[in-house]
């Protein structure tokens, strides 16, 4: 299988590969996809409580080459992006960044899907 | 410095031996004539030729020139044997005995006879890959045409105990056929001591020509009849009709007689490569798992998971190195090996495995290369893999609800 550049370049350069403190009560974490699947990403966001831009975003995922470069990609894109901004991002935006071939789609819902988890986790700990 | 890419994925195929392609070159060129031509001084030397690579590569399995059937490869070959034996004996018994860890052109070819109402017994395996002979003893019944079980596996290199399997087949007068494609050449394979009726080979494992393998069909005690299942000119005592391929049988007879010569130095050098291999990953990564038995394994497989680094971006982190993954994201169908699962590897280290294969043109430079590569890229993955973060952080993962892609 040939990957695009723009795969191959995220996947020897990981952006923002880490960890923020889970607890931090201005850290939202996702955590989706499932080790059976082949793919898991967790993908983390810093948000400024005044403003909501995200400040921060950080992740790691196990999966395929593509995954990788997706959830790299996510964090580079969400990352100065308001919350609002930030889920308004679609899977179909990171398929064509990355000419993502159509058997690799899954990668780039699961990206979108780790940035909404991780908006509903730091929401999550606002309410109330 | 090595000389890269890094060729390791020999159960895939293997290179062409310069010398078996020096035996071939007359016959792609000069000595053009085709075998079944029995009146002109061009059929004589192709025959003759054809003669010649047929007893090299009875000679490497213990048979007789006469007991050869050459073929296309060994999809054909298990084709033939299988349904040969199934449409031959038909009045004699409908039910079939394979295992589920065989290749797809036995599982396939055995699928296809149930639809045409024969009854197929899959056996299952132990988690070293292994067949239980007493599953076998009790699966056959006075129904029973064939046992169908590989020698070695081509994913997991598992070597079943095939004479024993033979007997057992013998004992109850049921026919024994093996897919000996990896085996042939690479461990002691002989039909007569091990109780093979039948038995599929392919040339470009073992460093011969693609497209071209044989059929061992066993002429006496007991004589196997089959059923053609190309029709035609009669070629091959009317079980394989079509011209022969006489390049590539010269090329297959050289294949098998440097396999059969080499026999010994070879394997013992593959066997000290693969551990080499296998100590410095056991002794550089931790939670790595070897997939199948260590023992009763062909001298130059190495299947190893590496938990929580997914293989495809594994074999995208050594893209110098040819080898191959039973990582779902590698394979056609975008199903983890059903290899490993018939084993009991759990889909989680399935993804993460990936099938070195070492050959004979494989050096220790070339071993030491791989294995600092692999280790270096399996850190590097684990640094970003959240499973393995979680795993240090004392999760169990098994314990986590995972939130499946919507």
């Given at each position: 299988?040939?990957y695009?550049?723009k795969?191959i370049?995220?996947?020897?350069n990981?952006?923002n590969?880490?960890?923020?403190?889970?607890?931090?009560?201005?850290?939202?974490?996702?955590l989706?996809?499932?080790?059976?699947?082949?793919?898991v990403m967790k993908l983390?966001?810093?948000?400024n409580?005044?403003?909501?831009?995200?400040?921060?975003?950080?992740?790691?995922?196990?999966?395929?080459g593509?995954?990788?470069?997706?959830?790299?990609?996510?964090?580079?894109?969400?990352k100065?992006?308001?919350?609002?901004?930030?889920?308004?991002?679609?899977?179909?935006?990171?398929?064509?960044?990355?000419?993502?071939p159509?058997?690799?789609?899954?990668?780039s819902?699961l990206?979108?899907?780790?940035?909404?988890?991780?908006?509903?986790?730091w929401?999550?700990?606002?309410?109330? | 410095?090595v000389?890269?890419?890094?060729y390791?994925?020999?159960?895939?195929?293997?290179?062409?031996?310069p010398?078996?392609l020096e035996?071939m070159?007359?016959?792609l060129?000069?000595?053009?004539?085709?075998?079944?031509?029995?009146?002109?001084?061009?059929?004589?030397?192709?025959?003759?030729a054809v003669e010649?690579?047929?007893?090299?590569?009875?000679?490497?399995?213990?048979a007789?020139?006469?007991?050869?059937?050459?073929?296309?490869?060994?999809?054909?070959?298990?084709?033939?044997?299988?349904?040969?034996?199934?449409?031959?004996?038909?009045?004699?018994?409908?039910?079939i005995?394979?295992a589920?860890t065989?290749?797809?052109?036995?599982?396939?070819?055995?699928k296809?006879?149930?639809?045409?109402?024969?009854?197929?017994?899959?056996?299952?395996?132990?988690?070293?890959?292994l067949?239980?002979?007493?599953d076998?003893?009790n699966?056959?019944?006075?129904?029973?045409?064939?046992?169908s079980?590989?020698?070695?596996?081509?994913?997991?290199g598992v070597?079943?105990?095939?004479k024993?399997?033979?007997?057992?087949?013998?004992?109850?007068?049921?026919?024994?056929?093996?897919?000996?494609?990896?085996?042939a050449?690479?461990?002691p394979?002989?039909?007569?001591?091990?109780?093979?009726?039948?038995?599929?080979?392919?040339a470009?494992k073992?460093?011969g020509?693609?497209?071209?393998?044989?059929?061992?069909?066993?002429?006496?005690n007991?004589?196997?009849?089959?059923t053609?299942?190309?029709?035609?000119?009669?070629?091959e005592?009317?079980?394989?009709?079509?011209?022969?391929?006489?390049?590539?049988?010269?090329?297959?007879?050289?294949?098998a007689?440097?396999?059969?010569?080499?026999?010994a130095k070879?394997?013992?050098?593959m066997?000290?490569l693969?551990?080499?291999l296998?100590?410095t990953f056991e002794?550089?990564?931790d939670?790595i798992?070897?997939?199948?038995?260590?023992?009763?394994?062909l001298?130059g497989?190495?299947?190893?998971?590496?938990?929580?680094?997914?293989?495809?971006?594994?074999?995208?982190?050594?893209?110098?190195?040819?080898?191959?993954?039973?990582?779902?994201?590698?394979?056609?169908?975008?199903?983890?090996s059903?290899v490993?699962?018939?084993?009991?590897?759990?889909?989680d280290?399935?993804?993460?495995?990936?099938?070195?294969?070492?050959?004979?043109?494989n050096t220790e430079?070339?071993v030491d290369y791989?294995?600092?590569?692999v280790?270096?890229?399996?850190?590097?993955?684990?640094?970003?893999?959240?499973l393995?973060?979680m795993?240090?952080?004392?999760?169990?993962?098994?314990?986590?609800?995972?939130?499946a892609?919507?």
């Amino acid at each position: 299988m040939a990957y695009s550049d723009k795969v191959i370049d995220h996947y020897n350069n990981p952006r923002n590969v880490g960890a923020l403190p889970k607890e931090d009560p201005n850290v939202g974490t996702g955590l989706v996809g499932a080790p059976e699947c082949g793919d898991v990403m967790k993908l983390q966001i810093k948000v400024n409580q005044e403003t909501e831009v995200i400040e921060e975003a950080k992740f790691k995922t196990f999966g395929c080459g593509s995954a990788i470069a997706s959830s790299s990609l996510a964090t580079e894109w969400v990352k100065g992006k308001t919350v609002a901004e930030a889920l308004a991002i679609k899977n179909t935006d990171i398929v064509k960044e990355l000419s993502l071939p159509p058997v690799k789609i899954h990668c780039s819902v699961l990206a979108e899907d780790a940035i909404k988890a991780a908006v509903t986790d730091w929401k999550k700990k606002h309410e109330k | 410095m090595v000389k890269l890419p890094i060729y390791m994925d020999n159960h895939a195929t293997t290179p062409l031996d310069p010398r078996v392609l020096e035996a071939m070159m007359p016959y792609l060129t000069n000595k053009f004539g085709n075998a079944a031509s029995r009146n002109h001084q061009y059929g004589w030397e192709a025959e003759e030729a054809v003669e010649e690579a047929r007893k090299q590569i009875a000679a490497l399995i213990g048979a007789d020139p006469r007991e050869i059937v050459i073929t296309s490869g060994a999809t054909e070959s298990d084709n033939l044997a299988v349904k040969g034996v199934a449409y031959m004996y038909r009045e004699k018994g409908d039910h079939i005995i394979t295992a589920v860890t065989e290749h797809k052109a036995i599982l396939d070819t055995c699928k296809h006879l149930e639809k045409d109402g024969f009854r197929v017994t899959f056996l299952p395996v132990n988690n070293k890959g292994l067949v239980d002979l007493d599953d076998l003893k009790n699966a056959i019944t006075d129904k029973t045409v064939l046992v169908s079980i590989m020698t070695a596996n081509n994913e997991v290199g598992v070597i079943q105990d095939v004479k024993e399997i033979g007997r057992i087949a013998r004992e109850r007068g049921v026919l024994f056929h093996t897919d000996a494609v990896q085996a042939a050449g690479k461990v002691p394979f002989d039909v007569n001591a091990m109780n093979i009726d039948i038995a599929s080979l392919s040339a470009h494992k073992m460093y011969g020509p693609k497209g071209v393998g044989a059929l061992y069909v066993r002429r006496r005690n007991p004589r196997v009849l089959l059923t053609p299942i190309i029709d035609g000119g009669g070629h091959e005592r009317g079980m394989r009709s079509g011209t022969l391929n006489v390049p590539g049988i010269v090329g297959f007879g050289k294949a098998a007689e440097l396999a059969r010569t080499d026999f010994a130095k070879e394997s013992a050098e593959m066997f000290r490569l693969r551990e080499k291999l296998r100590t410095t990953f056991e002794r550089e990564l931790d939670e790595i798992y070897i997939n199948g038995d260590l023992e009763k394994r062909l001298p130059g497989n190495l299947n190893m998971s590496f938990a929580y680094v997914e293989g495809e971006s594994l074999l995208m982190g050594i893209n110098d190195i040819a080898v191959s993954s039973g990582s779902a994201c590698t394979s056609a169908s975008l199903e983890p090996s059903y290899v490993l699962k018939a084993l009991g590897v759990g889909e989680d280290l399935a993804h993460t495995s990936i099938r070195f294969g070492v050959g004979r043109f494989n050096t220790e430079e070339e071993v030491d290369y791989v294995a600092q590569r692999v280790i270096e890229t399996v850190r590097r993955l684990r640094e970003l893999s959240p499973l393995y973060e979680m795993a240090k952080e004392g999760i169990d993962l098994k314990s986590v609800q995972w939130a499946a892609e919507s």
